[in-house]
């Protein structure tokens, strides 16, 4: 045998030791592999699974966040649409209360003003007081006065008329002497003179006048004004009095820049002056209203 068949055999050999050796490393090793591949195989279906399963979580937190989105959305529309009311709210508000304010500096305004006034009519109305409890004074002086000169003028009046009484008795006793002369004259040829009568015929006996027998206002034509008003009692002063002609039950018409105002009927009369009672009144009479009897 060769040596070169020997050393090719002996190469076989080895070779031959090495291809089993490696063989056994490959067995070996493809058995490892195998496992690791199912291992690597079924960790790669786990985290396929956990992949699918994480996708689907996913998806639904996702659309957990989209409607959470959308209802946050609607809910900051819904609370900006609420802040838009409750500013349009604060802005009325706001103008109600500027008006408020105007209207409480006007009334506080208007009561300083009603304030003062109050105290102007205040001080008129105890003017006024004193005034009339000095006029009701004056009133009872006149009344006294006009009952005296009222007492007078009918003990003048009674003594006027008994002397008028007289007076026409007289007449009438000269009416029958003359007519008895003239009887007794007649035969011889003469006439008793013209009979004169001793008064004038307004001198003759006539009834004491009453209210109303008195002369009508139309005949008269007087005129004065209004010089006090007493509205609680119906009551007005006239400025004229019996020196002017005004007596008892005459009626004075009222008014002011020609328009009727009531009428006064006269109840009570004194020299300068004449009360009267409110009647067919139209407004309030006021002092310095004309009083007339003829309209």
Same mark, same amino acid.
């Given at each position: 045998?060769?040596?070169?068949?020997?050393?090719?055999?002996?190469?076989?050999?080895?070779?031959?030791?090495?291809?089993?050796?490696?063989?056994?490393?490959?067995?070996?090793?493809?058995?490892?592999?195998?496992? @690791?591949? &199912?291992?690597?195989?079924?960790?790669?279906?786990? +985290?396929?699974?956990? =992949?699918?399963? $994480?996708? *689907?979580? %996913?998806?639904?937190?996702?659309?957990?966040?989209?409607?959470?989105?959308?209802?946050?959305?609607?809910?900051?529309?819904?609370?900006?649409?609420?802040?838009?009311e409750l500013?349009?709210?604060?802005?009325?508000?706001?103008?109600?209360?500027?008006?408020?304010?105007?209207?409480?500096?006007?009334?506080?305004?208007?009561?300083?003003?009603?304030?003062?006034?109050?105290?102007?009519?205040?001080?008129?109305?105890?003017?006024?007081?004193?005034?009339?409890?000095?006029?009701?004074?004056?009133?009872?002086?006149?009344?006294?006065?006009?009952?005296?000169?009222?007492?007078?003028?009918?003990?003048?009046?009674? @003594?006027? &008329?008994?002397?008028?009484?007289?007076?026409?008795? +007289?007449?009438?006793? =000269?009416?029958? $002497?003359? *007519?008895? %002369?003239?009887?007794?004259?007649?035969?011889?040829?003469?006439?008793?003179?013209?009979?004169?009568?001793?008064?004038?015929?307004?001198?003759?006996?006539?009834?004491?006048?009453?209210?109303?027998a008195q002369?009508?206002?139309?005949?008269?034509?007087?005129?004065?004004?209004?010089?006090?008003?007493?509205?609680?009692?119906?009551?007005?002063?006239?400025?004229?009095?019996?020196?002017?002609?005004?007596?008892?039950?005459?009626?004075?018409?009222i008014s002011?820049?020609?328009?009727?105002?009531?009428?006064?009927?006269?109840?009570?009369?004194?020299?300068?002056?004449?009360?009267?009672?409110?009647?067919?009144?139209?407004?309030?009479?006021?002092?310095?209203?004309?009083?007339?009897?003829?309209?």
């Open positions: 045998m060769s040596t070169l068949t020997k050393i090719f055999i002996i190469l076989l050999t080895l070779a031959s030791l090495f291809l089993c050796g490696f063989v056994v490393q490959y067995v070996a090793n493809s058995e490892n592999f195998k496992k @690791l591949y &199912n291992d690597a195989k079924a960790n790669a279906v786990k +985290l396929e699974n956990d =992949k699918k399963s $994480l996708t *689907k979580q %996913l998806q639904d937190e996702t659309a957990k966040g989209q409607s959470l989105a959308d209802t946050q959305s609607r809910e900051i529309e819904t609370r900006k649409a609420k802040m838009n500013q349009e709210a604060l802005n009325k508000i706001e103008l109600e209360k500027t008006t408020l304010q105007t209207q409480i500096d006007k009334l506080q305004s208007e009561n300083a003003t009603l304030a003062t006034a109050t105290k102007v009519q205040t001080n008129i109305a105890d003017s006024s007081s004193k005034e009339l409890t000095q006029v009701k004074s004056d009133l009872v002086t006149e009344k006294k006065k006009y009952d005296e000169v009222a007492d007078e003028l009918l003990k003048r009046e009674n @003594l006027i &008329n008994l002397l008028q009484s007289d007076s026409k008795r +007289l007449l009438e006793e =000269k009416t029958a $002497l003359e *007519k008895k %002369l003239g009887n007794f004259m007649q035969p011889y040829g003469q006439k008793a003179a013209p009979e004169q009568p001793v008064t004038t015929q307004r001198d003759k006996a006539q009834p004491v006048q009453t209210a109303a002369p009508a206002a139309v005949e008269i034509g007087l005129k004065g004004k209004i010089t006090a008003v007493d509205m609680k009692r119906s009551l007005a002063k006239i400025s004229i009095g019996q020196a002017d002609g005004v007596k008892k039950g005459m009626r004075f018409h002011r820049n020609g328009e009727y105002i009531c009428d006064v009927f006269v109840v009570d009369v004194a020299a300068e002056e004449a009360v009267g009672s409110l009647e067919l009144v139209q407004l309030e009479p006021k002092p310095g209203d004309v009083a007339a009897t003829n309209l």
